[in-house]
């Protein structure tokens, strides 16, 4: 019996299909976009494995996650900026918790070296010094401050008198100087950000000294990363280097500029002079809080900002700019009425 001729003749060859076909057409879009897709996922890949090398290096030379220091950053930048231009009484609250914090950080840090320092009169001087910045005239606000320095002395001499552990009377003197020295340190030279607040305008030069101050030390950072050679202070700071300070003043001077001429209203040279002393505190103050570090043997005074170390590692350069900052405005802020 005969079969119907190729009906089950494998050597038979299936007919191409027709790229015309919708099917055909659907099969080919899948396999483009999969093809796509692959593609864009590796390229993604080799990108993160180049950022995480390149932080992997930033970190060994630096000790810090760069990545996780620009985020918080961000953050907490447009936390002031917010609260600055809308909102200043969110900004007075907002000193007052970070000073708080700083606060907290150093008594500790202290404490774990043996020194008598009692947290609570130094956040009760916090909150002193700073409301008495903000929401009271300067008088009020040097009164708070001797207020709040008796009040740390008194608090010190009756718990070393109700305690009778035999400490000597030249440690008990330099608990109590160590504790002023604090209150003097965060929360008073940050409330000086705070009686510039007060002036008309105030918040404008806020943000210029932020700028200023932001600017040199990112500036100092990238140059020394970059091409710093020369040591500045070894014994100090070993990271900090002659050609990281140069690039922080130069970028810092056309911040200063730059801010002059736009923000404050007042000519950009006089934005320059505005910047260079605070160019100079700011270095101050990061040699000044790494001083203290390293007296105590640490490295950051807590880890509670990722990649920056602690609150008070942050403020180290801003706390004395803020005292500079208000005495250029003084200066200067004339130039713009003119």
Request: hydrophobic share 55%.
């Amino acid at each position: 019996m005969m079969t119907g001729a190729g009906d089950d003749d494998p050597q038979r060859e299936t007919p191409a299909e027709d790229p015309s076909r919708p099917e055909a057409g659907s099969a080919s879009l899948q396999a483009w976009l999969t093809t796509a897709r692959d593609d864009f996922e590796n390229r993604v890949d080799r990108a993160r494995e180049q950022i995480d090398a390149t932080n992997a290096r930033i970190m060994k030379r630096t000790g810090r996650d760069l990545f996780a220091a620009i985020g918080v950053g961000v953050i907490a930048g447009a936390a002031v900026i917010g609260s600055l231009l809308f909102l200043k009484w969110v900004f007075a609250i907002l000193a007052l918790a970070i000073a708080g914090l700083g606060v907290f950080e150093i008594t500790r840090a202290l404490q774990a070296r043996g020194r008598r320092i009692d947290l609570v009169p130094q956040l009760v001087a916090v909150v002193i010094i700073i409301s008495a910045a903000f929401w009271f005239h300067s008088a009020v606000h040097w009164t708070a401050l001797f207020l709040a320095l008796a009040f740390i002395v008194v608090w010190r001499v009756v718990a070393q008198m109700s305690g009778s552990d035999g400490r000597v009377y030249a440690s008990i003197f330099t608990d109590i100087i160590v504790g002023c020295f604090i209150s003097i340190y965060v929360p008073f030279l940050a409330s000086s950000a705070l009686v510039l607040l007060r002036h008309e305008g105030g918040e404008w030069w806020i943000l210029a000294f932020l700028l200023v101050v932001v600017a040199a030390d990112t500036g100092a950072y990238a140059t020394g990363l970059a091409f710093g050679r020369h040591k500045m202070a070894p014994r100090i700071s070993p990271g900090k280097t002659w050609e990281g300070f140069a690039g922080g003043a130069v970028v810092s001077l056309i911040a200063g500029a730059l801010a002059g001429e736009f923000m404050l209203g007042i000519p950009w040279w006089a934005g320059a002079i505005f910047a260079a002393p605070l160019v100079l505190s700011a270095m101050m103050g990061d040699l000044g809080e790494s001083m203290i570090k390293r007296d105590l043997g640490i490295k950051d005074m807590s880890s509670w900002l990722p990649g920056h170390g602690g609150v008070l590692d942050r403020l180290d350069s801003i706390l004395p700019s803020a005292v500079v900052a208000l005495a250029m405005f003084q200066l200067l802020a004339p130039l713009g009425a003119s």
